[in-house]
């Protein structure tokens, strides 16, 4: 079968034909690969940035963000049939922690995990894929137009949940704590897939969302934006010190930029007990130059917590699912809008090495 595989620490990614996997214990399904999302870490790969081929080879089949259909199971499988619809998680657990042994390789210890498409797995831009049923997330067919979006809501999804639980375990003795979101204020930084993801999730809680990027006010981002009841707030026109005075402080503030300097200037804007959880993964070693005396006082004195979040686990991904299927009932033109390009396996070099200007995601098709 042919599959699109990359020389990690080159530039040179190619259509290779491999041995079509099959199954080979009681507990694996196997897919027909219908779609993978581009996404940073795709590029970052095939510009010849962090990558991982599986131990003993030389060549790393990538993609991480997969969607597809049953073609087989095992005989032990009881999650899905043929013909279902699923997706396959990214990471695989080291083995060997806490986290990974109970299911959250999300929350590895020990950063010996591997993640397929990544690091030292090959991923899923094939047209068949096998693996365990305990890593399947089922898809309901009413969803197949945008299930590839699952991985990408997954990131938005664990992000949320997980600062929701720690804000009913701070201040549900006192507050809302079964949906602290509701009416709260959300600044999103980063108006990409993750972001975008972000922004759904937090209308379907019944946050006020705010956006924030350095696109133009009719761009299909911004105006995907307000479609769903957001407001857009262009970057270049505004210094990130003035947000809170102009348009309040925020509650909450979910991070999608990868940009260090402006991850840490959006700390200004969190409110009295807010919570600020980062996404995006700086590159490069440049120095800052922050008052960080202040921005320790601000984060002690308002009871501020900050977070990192990064991967997802199965929970989360089943958390996606809803996510996204809200998404279709409530704005399903808007939903859909997030993919931008489908471009054919055989294409696709342009689908990695040239994005458009208003693409938002751009899949690989496999079908």
């Not at 931008?340 to 040239?354: E, I, N, W």
């Amino acid at each position: 079968m042919k599959a699109i595989a990359l020389i990690p620490g080159t530039t040179e990614v190619s259509l290779i034909e491999v041995q079509e996997p099959v199954i080979s214990s009681p507990n694996q399904v196997k897919l027909k690969v219908w779609e993978v999302g581009i996404c940073g870490t795709d590029r970052e790969e095939v510009s010849g940035g962090r990558a991982d081929a599986p131990e003993g080879q030389k060549q790393l089949v990538i993609g991480h963000e997969m969607f597809g259909q049953v073609t087989e199971t095992g005989n032990a499988v009881t999650k899905v049939q043929k013909g279902d619809y699923g997706v396959f998680m990214v990471r695989r657990g080291c083995g060997e922690c806490d986290a990974c042994r109970n299911g959250r390789s999300d929350m590895c210890y020990t950063g010996n995990y591997t993640e397929r498409g990544i690091k030292a797995a090959n991923g899923f831009q094939s047209e068949y894929v096998v693996d365990e049923e305990q890593y399947l997330v089922k898809v309901p067919e009413g969803m197949k137009e945008i299930g590839v979006l699952t991985e990408p809501m997954s990131v938005a999804s664990k992000a949320i949940d997980e600062s929701m639980q720690i804000q009913q375990a701070r201040l549900g003795s006192f507050t809302n704590n079964k949906n602290w979101l509701e009416g709260k204020k959300a600044l999103i930084a980063g108006l990409g897939p993750i972001g975008l993801m972000a922004a759904f999730a937090l209308r379907l809680r019944g946050a006020e969302v705010i956006g924030l990027d350095i696109v133009d006010e009719d761009s299909l981002r911004s105006q995907l934006l307000k479609q769903i009841g957001g407001k857009y707030l262009d970057g270049r026109k505004i210094q990130v010190s003035d947000i809170d005075t102009t348009y309040g402080e925020a509650d909450f503030i979910f991070e999608a930029t990868g940009i260090a300097d402006l991850q840490l200037q959006l700390i200004d804007a969190l409110a009295v007990n807010g919570i600020y959880v980062a996404t995006g993964i700086p590159g490069g070693n440049r120095p800052l130059n922050l008052s960080a005396d202040s921005l320790m006082k601000q984060l002690v004195l308002k009871n501020q917590v900050l977070l990192g979040s990064v991967n997802a686990s199965l929970h989360h991904y089943q958390m996606a699912v809803a996510d996204l299927q809200g998404s279709l009932e409530r704005w399903p033109s808007v939903i859909k809008s997030v993919i931008t390009d489908r471009v054919p396996y055989k294409d696709f070099s342009r689908a990695l090495k040239h994005p458009t200007p208003e693409e938002i995601k751009v899949v690989v098709e496999w079908k």
